[in-house]
């Protein structure tokens, strides 16, 4: 009986602390974090988070502002401190501030339009405005987008991991809004949407920015969430000396601040446990700074070890890390109704289309390529769960604007001095469609007219119009069929060319632009210099049937770092009136590769290789391909070679190969030697052994170059060793 009581009693007592336990457990307090906003200052609340993490304290309702909804928000959806820091220790900060595009991104024609303008302006109703000082914070979107991917179906905050909410600001009304539902990645990107940095974000009908103008410390709205410890982290600036405000950002945040700082007695004292770190003499946009901001927080935190630590959780497991998924199957591509652009364009930009698994990278760069355009204000997307996928909704905001007037200046030794005057207009017609004249006034007077429908993934249209004129001593042996004193080496010559395309062309492969079109063309060269009476030596036109296949990756247009570049063209000229009784029909066939590849630090590599010839029995001697000079727009087969003087070297076929070695010594100064050799003359491909002949002319050059906001500056010095010539060529500004 005794060991019967005995057992009844160890049972009861069990039962007791068993129930003691889980009351004890029940009853263990919620944590709330509150996560201040403060630019690249907010790469603290990672090292506050890493003391967190290493402690296994539980965090029950993340609140943020700012940098702190950014930072909140991806620990709220599961990542853990360590990778965060990983995450943005290897960001590219200028990509982050500036919201960078790669030019990859680019269709040819948007290459060209980003790289012959100096200046862009609005202009509507007759009126100039000035260009947009606000980045759309695409990169920062596309980045939060694909971390937050595994919770993307998620539409209330309180089902993440962790519970979460963020503070933005309504521009128009200046109201306080709450965000604790929707699409996380947008609400992020809204609540960091710093005035005078980015553009407001909509959502919901109202245009957002940044929470830290109205509320940078949300603690209110955790406490209303029912935690019972409130764990803070504040990064905000104190007020600044007149020696420290420097800027318009600064300017603005020590008005912010007037107001903050005098809220933040209150929501200091409402606070548990309050951290500080100490980032004095940090900017808002340092992040290129972010490891020592990181240890700042880290640092701070430790001070605090005795107070987390009774909130530590015994039972739980450390975090796990979150993997981001490399593909996601698209099942439908959604968007809102357009009034300028078709499905087409919209598919065509995006380079993917419905039913189709893609890469992140692919969705990337999908979603630069219409932000490329520059036909959009704002571009927001999501992920709405599908059978055997997901649907890709797009939220396209079109711009307003859609007629400039651009400006350029350019100076080099054949086309000499032009000022370059733009006037583009976005639906000239149709949709789709964007039509732009160049008119260049200067030593040489010379327009370019192009009108082209971008009709995506199926065939679009072109048209172009171009004049081109310069004078120039040309190679007599570009004038063979005349009959001039073998005694004169170069004529003077003034160069007329008037060029009038229409094309198609389509995207293949997804990379490749091809196509095909017709040319007419009036050429006419005339020159003082031949004393047979009459100094026009060519006045023909010509018409000509052309396919082309292209493809550029390079990373930029001048300098390139990295990337590949392919052109190739087969041209067929089929009439021409004829002014020297010599037309018979024939056809040009050339092709251009070229690849550039870093090396070493600051140094790049760069091989080019090119070729061409003529098929049939006699061309004419004005469409040879023609080598010398350097820094001026290519025009029909006259190229760049150096070591010779313009227009120097000409045959009927030809081979070229560049090698390139550039050193940035200093960020946008550049030193570089290329060397580059050739074969040149008739039927060159005629035999193996010519095609691996020796090469019969080389020149070699040394140069400095400049990046600027007109262009490239360049001054070049280059001999050869075949003739002991030396040139010295001077360009300024982007080539047109």
């Known amino acids: 009986m005794k060991k019967l009581h005995l057992l009844v009693s160890l049972l009861i007592f069990t039962q007791i602390s068993l129930g003691q336990d889980n009351n004890t457990q029940n009853k263990r307090p919620k944590v709330g974090l509150v996560l201040s906003g403060g630019g690249a200052k907010g790469l603290a609340h990672i090292g506050v988070l890493k003391v967190i993490d290493s402690l296994n304290i539980k965090i029950d309702y993340i609140a943020g502002t700012s940098m702190g909804a950014i930072v909140g928000g991806l620990y709220a959806s599961g990542y853990n401190a360590n990778q965060l820091d990983s995450i943005f220790s290897n960001i590219d900060v200028d990509a982050l501030l500036q919201d960078y595009t790669p030019r990859e991104a680019k269709s040819f024609y948007e290459k060209r339009n980003d790289e012959i303008y100096a200046l862009t302006l609005p202009f509507n109703k007759f009126k100039l405005g000035l260009p947009s000082g606000l980045s759309k914070g695409l990169y920062n979107f596309n980045l939060i987008s694909l971390l937050t991917q595994h919770v993307s179906n998620v539409r209330d905050f309180n089902q993440l991991p962790i519970p979460f909410l963020c503070i933005a600001t309504d521009a128009e009304t200046g109201e306080k809004m709450v965000l604790d539902k929707g699409i996380l990645a947008q609400c992020m990107v809204a609540s960091g949407a710093l005035p005078t940095l980015y553009s407001p974000v909509e959502i919901n009908g109202r245009l957002l920015i940044d929470g830290g103008v109205i509320d940078n410390y949300p603690i209110e709205e955790l406490l209303a969430k029912g935690v019972d410890i409130v764990i803070g982290v504040d990064v905000q600036d104190g007020l600044k000396t007149r020696n420290e405000l420097k800027g318009v950002t600064s300017l603005l945040a020590q008005i912010n601040n007037f107001s903050m700082i005098e809220k933040m007695e209150g929501k200091q004292k409402s606070t548990n446990i309050y951290i500080k770190p100490d980032i004095k003499g940090y900017s808002v946009v340092d992040f290129e ?14 001070e605090f070890v005795k107070e987390l630590a009774p909130y530590r959780n015994l039972t739980s ?17 959604d968007f809102n109704k357009l009034d ?6 919209i598919l065509g930009k995006l380079k993917f289309k419905r039913s189709i698994k893609i890469s992140n990278s692919q969705l990337q760069k999908g979603i630069s390529n219409l932000n490329a355009t520059q036909n959009f204000s704002a571009i927001n997307y999501y992920f709405e769960k599908a059978q055997d996928g997901q649907n890709l909704i797009l939220q396209l905001k079109e711009n307003e604007n859609n007629t400039f007037l651009k400006f350029g200046l350019h100076y080099d030794d054949l086309f000499k001095s032009g000022i370059l005057l733009n006037y583009t207009k976005k639906k000239f017609l149709v949709k789709n469609d964007v039509a732009s004249l160049d008119l260049i006034l200067g030593d040489n007077i010379r327009y370019n007219f192009d009108y082209y429908i971008d009709n995506g993934f199926y065939w679009s249209f072109g048209f172009n119009s171009k004049l081109t004129t310069f004078n120039r001593n040309i190679t007599s042996n570009i004038t063979r069929d005349l009959a001039i004193d073998p005694d004169i080496s170069t004529i003077n010559v003034d160069f007329f060319d008037l060029s009038n395309q229409a094309y198609l062309q389509t995207i293949f492969a997804q990379k ?3 196509g095909s079109g017709l040319e007419f063309k009036y050429l006419r060269l005339r020159s003082e210099t031949l004393q047979n009476g009459n100094s026009v030596f060519e006045s023909s036109n010509y018409l000509s049937f052309f396919g082309f296949i292209k493809y550029d990756s390079f990373d930029k247009k001048y300098f390139p770092k ?22 018979e029909r024939f056809s040009i066939a050339k092709a251009d590769f070229a690849f550039a ?23 004419i001697p004005y469409f040879d391909f023609i080598l010398g000079g350097y820094g001026f727009q290519q025009v029909n087969n006259i190229k760049p070679f150096f070591g010779y003087d313009y227009l120097s070297l000409t045959g009927e076929s030809y081979l070229k190969l560049s090698l390139t070695a550039d050193y940035e010594f200093y960020k946008k100064h550049h030193f ?17 052994e010519t095609w691996f002949a020796n090469p019969n002319y080389s020149g070699y050059s040394f140069g400095y170059g400049m990046e600027t906001v007109i262009g490239p500056v360049e001054i070049k010095h280059s001999w050869s060793p075949e003739t002991r010539d030396h040139y010295t060529w001077f360009s300024v500004g982007f080539w047109f």
């Open 340 to 345: 300028n652009f078709t499905r087409a364009y």
């Open 562 to 583: 990295s990337g590949w570049n392919f052109n190739s063209e087969l041209r067929s000229y089929v009439y021409s009136s004829d002014y020297n009784n010599s037309f």
């Open 289 to 302: 700074k972010g490891n020592e901001i990181i240890e700042k927080g880290k640092e701070k935190a430790l």
């Open 597 to 619: 590849q870093p090396i070493f630090k600051n140094i790049t590599f760069k091989f080019q290789s090119e070729g061409g010839f003529s098929i049939g029995e006699r061309s």
């Open 672 to 688: 570089n030697f290329i060397a580059n050799f050739a074969n040149i003359g008739n039927n060159i491909f005629d035999t193996l």
């Open 512 to 514: 490749f632009s091809i």
């Open 317 to 333: 497991e450390n975090r796990n890390e979150i993997v981001v998924q490399d593909s996601i199957y698209i099942k439908e591509v």
